[in-house]
Each structure stands twice: as structure tokens, then as C-alpha cells.
């Protein structure tokens, strides 16, 4: 409620400070009383005109007292007024037109103050039944927008005029109305937003109640849950009753690595979210539930700014994913049965195909030869298709671990190039190498590294024509070493670079020798420099290509994830 002096302060604004303080002064302790009462009013303006006119003619001795209510063209659209029998308010009948002196109360003529009102030049006269008036008092209690509201006193012929004093009055009077019209109005936009808000908020809450993923909304000051979705109960198993600071201890013990680590307090996307102020991607964690269950989840966050850009609260979203990893593993056994299922008749058909095939080379027997050596071939594709396979179904299923030690690239390029010398793609060609015999040691898995350089010195065996060597080049560089595989192929498109390290990803067009691979080698070879923290790439035009990959040096702490 505001003091007499706020309500001063405000009247002060519209008549001035000298004046506001004349009007008090002159007041009687009911008629301050009466008008404060006005100015203290928020929301209920038509009450607030209404007693208008009586405070007026009180103040002022009037005979008679109205509130002209007129619209943007100047149309008297209401009339509020005292001093009139309600015989002789029924006898006027509809209010009149706002012309003449009626419509001379904006911002310019305000006050008005006449001892004849016909002696105006705009005076229009009264309609009918309307009692004789002669002294007139106005003034513009609000203007602007769709309407402007009038305040006027009048006395019959021969009831005396008004002065100054009174003119100071109900100019006063007037600014005490306008501060309830200018509160009626900030009520009215107030409520209106408060209900656009509220709506807001109801559909959000609806939109959160029925999402299908689980959505909890928390809060940056108290750290307390503002919202908790049904599917976000059922995800957690946390009951979020009473949303209290336990709650929140337990939400936070939920996070774990997807090997099982509790997650960091500064590694939660949520608090992440509400202490840096940025949004946190889909991440995959594993939740460790009060009932002891676990379930995979991916979460994602991001904060809620207010008006202000204040940091208010932050949204987290977590989906369970349980379902598709069931079915991402029971397509990893369906794979994994056939491959093991496949691997003992090819064995046996390899063993017997390589022993055929070299009787037929020892006996010089010509058609022998050119008949076994593509079934030969078939069994190493089929073997080499079924160990990809394999492979990259334990490298999915994060079930390959790696066995690192400290070794040398000197040693395992060695292995791997003589393994290639024996292939049947590397007879009459051949490979280039240039290995430092100093290079500093890596702590790495070196039969998986010596699979990586397999591969690539593999294809690109495969990719270049007869008789065009193969390099290798092996440089150290700061803090890793990088390893080089190139050929005189025909080069990859460019539109096709980006997606060679997919799986089953086959170039268009190629130029191999032989028989396409499965598409899984490549891939297979990028998750496992990844896994020892190195990079892989390939640099290619059409003069040939280069595969590439990095791999970190041994710096004495095997720090190697």
C-alpha cells in the first residue's frame, strides 16, 4: 500500500510540487482519507470513477459533478455523474456527443475553467431536460490511447464560480484518479500476463508429463527439481516426492561411466549445464539405480536463461536405450554363432585345398594348379570375411581389450611386411620400406597395430598395378610417431575419403585386383588406433594414395586410454 508521501510523490508528477502541496493542505481530514483511498485502489477502476464525481463536488461545493468517457473519435461512450436526481438522469437520456465545450478537454485545454459556459465560443448548449448550467470546472483526468476521461464541476445561474483554489483542487483530484486509471491498467496488463504465464507453464508441465523420454527440470538457486516426468521416475527409480535436497544427492549417484566408474560431480551433464551455462550433447552413461539394477541411458542438458540472462534453471533429458542395446546384442550373438558356426568347416576346407594345391605344384601338374589356387582364394576371403567380422563385433561390444606393453614399430613393421611378402598379391612386387631402427618405443598392443599395418599394406597391394612397390615410411614427430602406407593405385574420389573407415564401405569404381573386401578392414583399423589414443586418415589424388595413422610415444607414464 503506498505512504502519503508516494501517493504526494505521485500527484506531484501530474500538478506540480507546489500545487500537490496546496491541494493537501486545503483537504479535510475525510477528503484526503477519500482520496487516498482512490489512489490506493489496483485493480477496480470503475469503482474508482464512480465515486469520483461525488469527491469533486464535495471538494469544491458544486452544484453538480460527471465523468465524460469518450472514445478515439471523440464519441462520449459513458457518463458518470452527481448532483442529478435519477429522474432527471433518465429525462437527459444518452449521453451527449462530446462536441463544444464537451470536447475541449484534452491535454491542451485542460483546466478549463469558465463563468459562462455559453458565453464560450464552442459552447453547443444542453439537450433537452438537461438543468441549467452556467460556471463550468474541468479537466482531463486521462488522455491518450483508445479513450480520454473528463472530470468536470458546474454550478446553476447565480450559485457562484470557481477559483484558483478550486481549479488547484480538483486538478489535484484529478492526478489521485489518474494514478488509480494508471494502476487499473498495470492490474490489467499484469493479470493478463500472469495468465499467459500461467498457461505457458501448464502446457510445458503437459508437454513434460507426457513425453515419452524422461525430462527433469532443476533449479539454479535451491538446486531443487521444479519438474520430474513420469518416464524420469521410472528411468531413475528415484521417487522425487518431496523434491528435497536428498533427492538430489541420489540423482547425482545415478552417473556412471559405461565401464562402471562413478561419474565426477564436474562430469554430469546437468551440473554441467547449471554451472558453465552450456548445453551438453547426447552423452551415453550407465544409470546405477536404488534397486540395484543398471540401465544405459542417454543423457543430454542444457540451461534456461531468464529475460535478464540469468542463469534459472536447466533441463535434463535422458532416453533409455536398454532395449536397443538387447537388440545390438543379440544381433552381435547372431553373428558371432555364424561366424564360430562357419570357422570350422572353412578350416578344414583350407587345410585340404593347401594340401592339393601343393602336391599339384610339386608334380608340375598345370590344371591342377589353376583349379585349386581359386579355391584357395575363396577360403581366405570367406576366412578373412568371417574374422573381420568377428572382430569388429568384440570391438562394438568393447570386449577386445587391449594387451599394451612397451614396444618398438622397428620390430612389428618387420613382422608384418614379411607376413605380406608371402602373400600371393606381393609375388614379384615389391615393398618398399624405410623403419629407423632408433625410434623412440610406444606402449601399445603390437599384434593389434601389426593387424593395422596387415591391412593397409593389404590394400594397397591390392590397389596397385603389377610391379609398382609399396613404401613404408615410419617418422617420429612430437610426442607421436606416424606411420605411412603408400601406393600408385588410382586414388579415391574425394567424395568418397569421408567415408572409407565405415564399415562396409566399398569404393565405386575401384581399381582392385581381384576379388572387393567386406568393407570391415578399414574400419576395424580405426578402432583400434583410436582405442591407443591415435589418429588415422588418408591423403589421396590420382596419382596414388597415402593411409596414415599416429600413434603416442612412451613417455614413461603408459598413460594410454
Same mark, same amino acid.
Given at each position: 500500500m503506498p505512504s502519503e508521501k508516494d501517493l504526494e510523490q505521485n500527484s506531484t508528477a501530474a500538478v506540480g510540487p507546489k500545487r500537490a502541496r496546496l491541494v493537501r493542505s486545503t483537504l479535510t481530514a475525510p477528503q484526503i482519507e477519500f482520496a487516498d483511498d482512490l489512489a490506493r485502489r489496483r485493480h477496480d477502476?470503475?469503482?474508482?470513477?464512480?465515486?469520483?464525481?461525488?469527491?469533486?463536488?464535495?471538494?469544491?461545493?458544486?452544484?453538480?459533478?460527471?465523468?465524460?468517457?469518450?472514445?478515439?473519435?471523440?464519441?462520449?461512450?459513458?457518463?458518470?455523474?452527481?448532483?442529478?436526481?435519477?429522474?432527471?438522469?433518465?429525462?437527459?437520456?444518452?449521453?451527449?456527443?462530446?462536441?463544444?465545450?464537451?470536447?475541449?478537454?484534452?491535454?491542451?485545454?485542460?483546466?478549463?475553467?469558465?463563468?459562462?459556459?455559453?458565453?464560450?465560443?464552442?459552447?453547443?448548449?444542453?439537450?433537452?431536460?438537461?438543468?441549467?448550467?452556467?460556471?463550468?470546472?474541468?479537466?482531463?483526468?486521462?488522455?491518450?490511447?483508445?479513450?480520454t476521461a473528463n472530470l468536470y464541476v458546474a454550478n446553476g445561474p447565480g450559485k457562484g464560480t470557481f477559483s484558483e483554489n478550486d481549479q488547484q483542487k480538483i486538478a489535484a483530484l484529478a492526478a489521485y484518479a489518474r494514478i488509480a486509471l494508471d494502476n487499473a491498467t498495470l492490474y490489467e496488463d499484469e493479470h493478463k500476463l500472469r495468465a499467459m504465464a500461467e498457461a505457458a507453464e501448464h502446457r510445458l508441465s503437459a508437454v513434460i508429463r507426457g513425453s515419452a523420454a524422461g525430462v527433469v527440470v532443476k533449479d539454479a538457486d535451491d538446486g531443487h527439481f521444479l519438474q520430474i516426468s513420469g518416464e524420469a521416475h521410472r528411468i531413475t527409480g528415484i521417487d522425487f516426492s518431496d523434491r528435497s535436497p536428498t533427492d538430489v544427492h541420489q540423482f547425482q549417484s545415478l552417473y556412471h561411466h559405461i565401464g562402471g566408474a562413478p561419474m565426477k560431480p564436474e562430469e554430469i551433464p546437468m551440473n554441467i549445464a547449471l554451472t558453465d551455462g552450456i548445453s551438453v550433447g547426447s552423452t551415453e552413461v550407465l544409470f546405477n539405480r536404488p534397486d540395484g539394477t543398471r540401465l544405459p541411458v542417454l543423457v543430454s542438458a542444457a540451461p534456461v536463461f531468464d529475460s535478464y540472462g540469468e542463469l534459472d534453471s536447466a533441463v535434463c533429458v535422458f532416453v533409455d536405450i536398454s532395449r536397443m542395446k538387447e537388440l545390438e546384442q543379440a544381433k552381435d550373438d547372431f553373428l558371432s554363432m555364424i561366424t564360430h558356426d562357419l570357422r570350422t568347416p572353412l578350416t578344414t576346407i583350407k587345410g585340404m585345398a593347401a594340401a592339393a594345391l601343393d602336391a599339384a605344384t610339386r608334380s608340375d601338374t598345370e590344371g591342377a594348379v589353376s583349379?585349386?589356387?581359386?579355391?584357395?582364394?575363396?577360403?581366405?576371403?570367406?576366412?578373412?570375411?568371417?574374422?573381420?567380422?568377428?572382430?569388429? @563385433? /568384440?570391438?562394438?561390444?568393447?570386449? *577386445?581389450?587391449?594387451?599394451?606393453?612397451?614396444?618398438? %614399430?622397428?620390430? $612389428?613393421?618387420? =613382422?608384418?611386411?614379411?607376413?605380406?611378402?608371402? @602373400? /600371393?598379391?606381393?609375388?614379384?612386387? *615389391?615393398?618398399?620400406?624405410?623403419?629407423?631402427?632408433? %625410434?623412440?618405443? $610406444?606402449?601399445? =598392443?603390437?599384434?593389434?597395430?601389426?593387424?593395422?599395418?596387415?591391412?593397409?599394406?593389404?590394400?594397397?597391394?591390392?590397389?596397385?598395378?603389377?610391379?609398382?612397390?609399396?613404401?613404408?615410411?615410419?617418422?617420429?614427430?612430437?610426442?607421436?610417431?606416424?606411420?605411412?602406407?603408400?601406393?600408385?593405385?588410382?586414388?579415391?574420389?574425394?567424395?568418397?575419403?569421408?567415408?572409407?573407415?565405415?564399415?562396409?564401405?566399398?569404393?565405386?569404381?575401384?581399381?582392385?585386383?581381384?576379388?572387393?573386401?567386406?568393407?570391415?578392414?578399414?574400419?576395424?583399423?580405426?578402432?583400434i588406433v583410436k582405442a591407443h589414443s591415435g589418429q588415422i586418415g588418408v591423403d589421396s589424388d590420382s596419382n596414388g594414395s597415402v593411409f596414415w595413422f599416429t600413434l603416442p610415444m612412451d613417455t614413461g607414464n603408459n598413460d594410454i586410454r
Open positions: 477502476a470503475a469503482s474508482s470513477l464512480n465515486t469520483l464525481p461525488e469527491l469533486a463536488r464535495q471538494m469544491v461545493n458544486a452544484e453538480y459533478a460527471a465523468i465524460t468517457i469518450m472514445n478515439s473519435d471523440g464519441r462520449v461512450t459513458e457518463m458518470l455523474y452527481s448532483g442529478l436526481t435519477p429522474e432527471q438522469a433518465e429525462k437527459i437520456g444518452a449521453p451527449p456527443e462530446g462536441i463544444g465545450v464537451l470536447g475541449r478537454l484534452g491535454d491542451n485545454d485542460s483546466p478549463l475553467r469558465l463563468d459562462s459556459i455559453g458565453a464560450h465560443r464552442l459552447s453547443a448548449g444542453f439537450p433537452p431536460h438537461h438543468p441549467e448550467m452556467e460556471a463550468l470546472l474541468g479537466v482531463c483526468v486521462s488522455s491518450g490511447g483508445e479513450s583349379l585349386l589356387e581359386p579355391i584357395d582364394d575363396e577360403v581366405d576371403y570367406l576366412t578373412e570375411l568371417i574374422s573381420n567380422l568377428l572382430d569388429m @563385433t /568384440r570391438i562394438e561390444a568393447r570386449g *577386445d581389450v587391449l594387451e599394451l606393453e612397451v614396444c618398438h %614399430l622397428a620390430d $612389428i613393421s618387420q =613382422d608384418s611386411f614379411s607376413r605380406m611378402n608371402r @602373400t /600371393r598379391d606381393a609375388r614379384g612386387r *615389391d615393398i618398399h620400406t624405410n623403419v629407423p631402427p632408433d %625410434l623412440p618405443a $610406444i606402449f601399445a =598392443d603390437p599384434s593389434q597395430i601389426g593387424r593395422v599395418l596387415d591391412n593397409l599394406v593389404s590394400n594397397a597391394l591390392k590397389y596397385s598395378a603389377a610391379g609398382i612397390g609399396v613404401t613404408a615410411k615410419i617418422a617420429a614427430g612430437k610426442n607421436q610417431i606416424r606411420v605411412e602406407v603408400d601406393d600408385r593405385g588410382p586414388g579415391i574420389p574425394v567424395e568418397q575419403q569421408s567415408a572409407i573407415f565405415d564399415r562396409f564401405a566399398r569404393l565405386k569404381g575401384s581399381g582392385t585386383r581381384g576379388r572387393q573386401g567386406s568393407g570391415l578392414g578399414l574400419a576395424i583399423c580405426q578402432s
